[in-house]
């Protein structure tokens, strides 16, 4: 019998994975960075795992001298869902103005931006727990028209 018989499987391109540097089939590649720089799926998934076991949330393209950062939204098929977005999240608020908290000078609740009140041109935190006003620039007792300087 003559082995030329039937159709025979095709065989898929092969590529080579930089950090394991083994040769994988082109569909077990991770092909989804911005530099196009490719990995198999093992790699940038150990990759991903550790960085985000670091706390590193800004997470670099693994090849050496290669200063992109991977997207969580392109990871979304080598991680388990809640993974990506945590990632998603932290990435977020990384770069978010963090919120400036304080406590208030009655009753020591925590303030935040959130009460912050603009009346008749002053600017005061009205505590939430004790109804209390906040001077929002130097976060002592409210004091009216009356200067921080001048009050102390």
């Not at 997470?59 to 991680?79: A, D, E, H, M």
Request: overall charge negative; hydrophobic content about 30%.
């Amino acid at each position: 019998m003559d082995d030329d018989d039937g159709p025979k499987p095709k065989l898929e391109n092969l590529m080579l994975c930089k950090l394991c540097e083994e040769n994988k089939p082109y569909s077990l590649m991770f092909k989804e960075t911005q530099c196009r720089h490719y990995f198999c799926l093992g790699c940038i998934h150990q990759h991903i795992a550790t960085k985000m076991k670091e706390n590193i949330i800004r997470i670099p393209c693994p090849q050496s001298g290669c200063g992109r950062l991977l997207i969580p939204k392109t990871c979304f098929s080598l991680l388990p869902v809640d993974v990506v977005r945590r990632w998603d999240i932290e990435l977020y608020y990384s770069v978010t103005a963090p919120v400036r908290v304080f406590a208030c000078p009655y009753c020591s609740a925590p303030l935040s931006e959130e009460e912050l009140v603009l009346d008749d041109g002053l600017k005061h935190y009205d505590c939430p727990r004790c109804s209390q006003s906040i001077c929002a620039s130097c976060f002592s007792f409210e004091h009216g028209r009356l200067g921080c300087l001048q009050f102390y």
